[in-house]
């Protein structure tokens, strides 16, 4: 038994964990994101992002982490132009997938920061 388990460690270790996915709802539309991206309840901050959102060509999402107000900003305009900056690069990296696996992935630039 600890075989096994060193075994499935050392695994893990060197392909890396497979990411957990969710469907869940934003906006009306039908999204396939990393589990905990979106969440649970929304609040004041979320409408006055996307309301901001949409009257601007270029958003920076400075701090992006998993890509929640990239996806809020870009739900309705898929090519809207936004740059996303964050220091952890596998934050950013599922961000990018976020974005990408919903056909929002057109005019983004991605910055580890």
């Known amino acids: ?14 392909l890396g964990q497979r990411q957990q996915l969710e469907t869940v709802t934003l906006c009306g539309k039908t999204l396939t994101v990393a589990t905990g991206t979106i969440p649970k309840k929304n609040d ?16 920076f999402d400075i701090g ?3 890509g929640y107000s990239s996806i809020l900003a870009a739900i309705n ?3 809207k132009k936004i740059l996303l900056a964050d220091p952890n690069p596998q934050a950013l990296d ?20």
């Open 77 to 79: 305009m898929p090519g």
């Open 64 to 66: 992006s982490n998993v």
């Open 94 to 113: 599922v961000a990018r997938q976020n974005l990408e696996r919903n056909g929002m992935g057109m005019g983004k630039e991605y910055i580890n920061a």
């Open 1 to 14: 038994m600890k075989i096994r388990k060193l075994l499935s460690a050392y695994k893990t270790k060197l």
């Open 44 to 59: 004041k901050d979320d409408a006055w992002w996307y309301a901001l959102c949409q009257r601007y060509d270029v958003i």
